[in-house]
């Protein structure tokens, strides 16, 4: 890799990184189709390449958030040991799917839980609690559920943790975006282990991508507490239909 191409893929990594600290996904998502439509990469080998830049911008993105919102380790701990051993499970089935019929997966989960998203700005639900609606042990199976769809899909299950967080737990956006990075932590390193083993990670490519994360996810997550709820939600929207319709393009 020259110079340029080394520089480009940090300034990428520099875009990415301030998108995971602001809706508190660590890159991933967005860096998945990128990857797959910018250099061509297939499904399991964009995703592998972006855990690189995942997993450390998922722990700053996590200690951020706890700075400046401070989240409860016991709920924190519950989703992050929940997630792991399905997470683990989740990514060693990845590795051994068909590539295209995983993106095609993929793609139908970002345009449904875009869907998701937007029909709750629209909806009005009701304001967020730093208190959790529901007895905190249920953290346990969204921490299980997110894990295995983390590790299939190589997004750190903080996704689909996020929404649930908000609509069935009844927290803000912010507090649900800290707790799914805390989730996130560790099915993203057991994902990225599996996954490099297998051969599915581009070192060279993924580096300076996670050189450029690590200078700018403190940025998104400024960002992301500036901003008005409602706002920040459908900005999460809309970036999961940008995220579809990039990687729709490589089907």
């Known amino acids: 890799m020259n110079l340029i191409d080394f520089l480009l893929n940090l300034l990428l990594g520099v875009s990415l990184g301030t998108l995971g600290g602001l809706f508190g996904i660590g890159g991933g998502l967005l860096a998945i189709p990128a ?3 910018l250099f061509g990469l297939d499904q399991q080998l964009a995703q592998g390449t972006a855990l690189v830049m995942v997993v450390p911008n998922v722990l700053l993105a996590l200690w ?11 709920h924190a701990l519950t989703l992050a040991a929940s997630s792991f051993l399905c997470a683990l499970l989740g990514a060693r089935w990845a590795v051994t799917l068909d590539a295209e019929r995983m ?12 869907c998701y998203n937007l ?4 909806w009005r639900p009701a304001a967020g609690s730093s208190e959790l ?5 249920w953290l346990a199976l969204l921490g299980s559920g997110a894990g295995l769809l983390g590790g299939l899909l190589g997004v750190g299950g903080a996704v689909l943790a996020t929404p649930v967080l908000t609509g069935l737990f009844g927290t803000t956006q912010v507090m649900a975006q800290g707790l799914s990075l805390a989730l996130a932590a560790p099915s993203t390193g057991v994902t ?5 083993l297998h051969g599915h990670v581009d070192w060279a ?6 050189l450029g994360g690590l200078l700018s996810i403190s940025w998104g997550v400024r960002f992301a507490h500036a901003l008005p709820e409602r706002l920040l939600r459908a900005l999460f929207a809309g970036f999961l239909l940008l995220c579809a319709l990039l990687l729709g393009l490589r089907v």
Not at 103 to 114: C, E, G, I, P, Q
């Open 35 to 37: 990857l797959g439509v």
């Open 64 to 74: 951020r958030y706890h700075q400046r919102n401070r989240i409860d380790l016991r």
């Open 103 to 114: 993106r095609l997966a993929f793609v139908a989960f970002l345009v449904a839980l875009a």
């Open 119 to 122: 029909s709750r700005v629209y």
């Open 133 to 137: 609606r529901q007895p905190w042990p």
């Open 192 to 196: 990225l282990i599996t996954y490099a």
């Open 205 to 210: 490519l993924a580096l300076p991508l996670a």
